[in-house]
């Protein structure tokens, strides 16, 4: 497959009061698998592209956005017609980037009171070349 995109909700912790994202930066594990097992290559490329991080607007149904945030996720326009009230990007990262870190005194809340309780996961994965036996772990 050339491009694809991935998708996935993750619940916020629980937190005892508001806290603040401050800065991100990418860990991909971008290794060849074979025979079910990462290899260790020099040079080895990452087909991830890009990766964006939505909050979720509020939604009265706290369950299924729980069981949401257990599964492994979905691809592309298979994800839930539900999950389009995660719309307001939180963070981007593209290839060459080394992440984002905010000014000492900027901050996204998390939290009691603070940011929103779910957020979604894109990652776009871009393998024109058709490398087979990739994959990245996020």
Not at 123 to 134: I, M, P, R, S, W
Request: glycine share 8%; proline share 9%.
């Amino acid at each position: 497959m050339a491009t694809l995109f991935w998708c996935k909700i993750f619940k916020a912790p629980e937190l005892p009061r508001k806290h603040h994202m401050v800065g991100y930066e990418p860990i991909i594990d971008s290794r060849p698998i074979k025979n079910g097992r990462p290899v260790l290559e020099k040079n080895s490329l990452s087909p991830v592209h890009h990766m964006v991080l939505y909050e979720c607007a509020e939604d009265p149904d706290d369950y299924a956005w729980n069981e949401w945030s257990k599964g492994d996720g979905y691809y592309g326009p298979n994800k839930p017609s539900e999950w389009a009230i995660c719309a307001t990007p939180v963070a981007a990262w593209a290839m060459g980037s080394k992440g984002e870190f905010l000014p000492e005194n900027v901050g996204i809340p998390i939290g009691k009171r603070g940011g929103a309780s779910f957020y979604m996961l894109e990652v776009h994965y871009d393998n024109q070349a058709l490398h087979e036996g990739t994959c990245s772990v996020i």
